[in-house]
T-cell receptor, first 113, second 113 residues
Framework: DQQVKQNSPSLSVQEGRISILNCDYT??????FLWYKKYPAEGPTFLIS?????DKNEDGRFTVFLNKSAKHLSLHIVPSQPGDSAVYFC????????????FGQGTILTVHP | EPEVTQTPSHQVTQMGQEVILRCVPI?????FYWYRQILGQKVEFLVS????????KSEIFDDQFSVERPDGSNFTLKIRSTKLEDSAMYFC???????????FGPGTRLTVL
């Protein structure tokens, strides 16, 4: 099941720079997208979401961009901080935030001081 | 801040034994979920529960699995006869109609020997 794909297993960024995490999806029925952050031995923590009626959503240092025609979304973190080092998961659902979530494989972000 | 809690944090069991994983969702949430993550793999949806019944389940959620909300606060996942391949991290999540996400618990690591 490859409906949601994060093609980069890892990303390394210098503190203060921009981190860009990418996600592609194949299911055209997906219309709600979320990014979660996960530390070892913890559950996924919600970061930011976007519905298909928008192409951008911002929350502080985090911005999610959605390109529906390309079935692509990205998460931008500016500026990156060492505490941002974690696994980032992209997830998608059909309809609402309370439908079942389909997750990508995750990208390990490392922010170096 | 309200959070989803799960017990136990780690459960070790013998193949063929029954296990019950417990979750306390956020109190005013109406939607409840179980997901699992086998080591090295994606987070996978198992089941969603709303209004005291299963609203959706995945192919993984076969007759060996059941969920219950025995009282107003707990939400449980039972595996009747565990298999080696059930070894995974099991995450409970909850969400409400006014929330924009599903909130995840810290997980229960199930090890089947």
């Amino acid at each position: 099941d490859q409906q949601v794909k994060q093609n980069s297993p890892s990303l390394s960024v210098q503190e203060g720079r921009i981190s860009i995490l990418n996600c592609d999806y194949t299911n055209s029925m997906f219309d709600y997208f979320l990014w979660y952050k996960k530390y070892p031995a913890e559950g996924p923590t919600f970061l930011i979401s976007i519905s298909s009626i928008k192409d951008k959503n911002e929350d502080g240092r985090f911005t999610v961009f959605l390109n529906k025609s390309a079935k692509h979304l990205s998460l931008h973190i500016v500026p990156s901080q060492p505490g941002d080092s974690a696994v980032y998961f992209c997830a998608a659902s059909e309809g609402t935030s309370y439908g079942k979530l389909t997750f990508g494989q995750g990208t390990i972000l490392t922010v170096h001081p | 801040e309200p959070e989803v809690t799960q017990t136990p944090s780690h459960q070790v069991t013998q193949m063929g034994q029954e296990v019950i994983l417990r979750c306390v969702p956020i109190s005013n949430h109406l939607y409840f979920y179980w997901y699992r993550q086998i080591l090295g793999q994606k987070v996978e949806f198992l089941v969603s529960f709303y209004n005291n019944e299963i609203s959706e389940k995945s192919e993984i959620f076969d007759d060996q699995f059941s969920v219950e909300r025995p009282d107003g606060s707990n939400f449980t996942l039972k595996i009747r006869s565990t298999k080696l391949e059930d070894s995974a991290m099991y995450f409970c999540a909850s969400g409400g109609e006014l929330t924009d996400t599903q909130y995840f618990g810290p997980g229960t690591r199930l090890t089947v020997l």
